[in-house]
């Protein structure tokens, strides 16, 4: 389904500027999902992410969305991607990803016109997220 390459980088203000470089972790994924059975009469639309779930030493659970879309017809909800950037990296609050092992999982919530949000998944793919690629000096 998926795979990873990771680059360093700086990802902006929300990380402690005294550390310059934050590894960030590109990922590319086919994805083929059939979530037309969901639909009927009383969905309104479905909200479909992509997740990279992974544990660090500091916490058992993270998890970064890859890639999200909102369905709102039975017709889309047949999902066939070839070869797709994620619309947002991965990282991680201690600025290190590189090396680490992680679950991709199809994650939805069903949203109905009445009655409760309904929240399921599907079973993941392993990846492994490479080492960081070192520049070449001039």
Known sequence: MAKA???MGRLGYYYDQKKP??????????????????????????FVQLVAEYKTE???????????????S???????IKKKK???????????IAGQEANLTLHW?????VG???HDKTDGKRIRLP??????KK
Do not use: C, R
């Open 5 to 7: 390459s990771v680059k």
């Open 21 to 46: 470089m934050t590894e960030i972790a590109t990922v590319h994924f086919d994805l083929n999902a059939d979530l037309s059975p969901l639909f009927n009469w009383n969905t309104k639309q479905l």
């Open 58 to 72: 500091s916490h058992n659970t993270n998890q970064v969305t890859i890639w999200d879309d909102i369905i709102t």
């Open 74 to 80: 039975k017709e889309d909800a047949i999902i066939k």
């Open 86 to 96: 994620g619309k947002y990296v991965l990282s991680d609050i201690t600025g290190k």
């Open 109 to 113: 919530d069903l949203m109905p016109y």
């Open 116 to 118: 409760l949000l309904i």
């Open 131 to 136: 080492s960081v690629e070192e520049k070449k």
